[in-house]
């Protein structure tokens, strides 16, 4: 496969950085959003829900979604590859698995509380699913922060890099 060249990669990491605050700044100003909602008042909590899922919907799924095309791109069109180096596989397995938790966690409990915030109403405040499934999210979103700065740890300091080995001296 053809590779990219110097400056296609300059323009790939101006996207790479782009994409990753798309994401992480819309995770945490979803966390913003729920620290301040007022969980015995329907309407806030009803608005504070629905503006959640404005911002996963349209920021944070586009950013997840632009990251990970970035990183297969990442994968295929550049010298770096999937695994050549171990804090780049290590970087992408995360990032796998924080996007599948986001998916399958995340996405599914917000989703399940908005729904009990739209049948149910106020009832939807005193449910013990909807506390659960709050707490549940609330868990899953700080999992995905750790995970996240952990890949920005990872990709600052590149460890695991092959040792070169020292010419010997005659």
Request: proline share 0%; hydrophobic share 50%; net charge positive.
């Given at each position: 496969m053809k590779k990219i060249g110097p400056k296609g990669m300059k323009w790939l990491k101006i996207i790479h950085v782009f994409l990753?605050?798309?994401?992480?700044?819309?995770?945490?100003?979803?966390?913003?959003?729920?620290?301040?909602?007022?969980?015995?008042?329907?309407?806030?909590?009803?608005?504070?829900?629905?503006?959640?899922?404005?911002?996963?919907d349209n920021i944070?799924?586009?950013?997840?979604?632009?990251?990970?095309?970035?990183?297969?791109i990442y994968g295929?069109?550049?010298?770096?590859?999937?695994?050549?180096?171990?804090?780049?596989?290590?970087?992408f397995v995360l990032y796998i698995i924080q996007t599948i938790v986001g998916i399958f966690v995340v996405d599914k409990?917000?989703?399940?509380?908005m729904?009990?915030?739209?049948?149910?109403?106020?009832m939807a405040l005193i449910n013990p699913i909807f506390a659960r499934n709050h707490v549940l999210r609330d868990n899953a979103v700080y999992f995905q922060?750790?995970?996240?700065?952990?890949?920005?740890?990872?990709?600052?300091?590149?460890p695991w890099k092959?040792?070169?080995v020292p010419a010997k001296q005659n």
């Open positions: 990753v605050v798309l994401f992480f700044g819309g995770i945490l100003s979803s966390v913003a959003l729920t620290f301040h909602i007022d969980f015995s008042n329907y309407d806030e909590s009803y608005l504070g829900y629905k503006s959640i899922v404005v911002i996963s944070v799924r586009w950013g997840a979604i632009g990251t990970l095309i970035v990183g297969l295929f069109f550049t010298n770096w590859g999937f695994f050549k180096h171990r804090w780049v596989g290590v970087k409990l917000m989703l399940a509380n729904e009990l915030l739209e049948t149910q109403k106020e922060i750790i995970v996240t700065i952990f890949i920005f740890i990872i990709s600052y300091l590149k092959k040792r070169k």
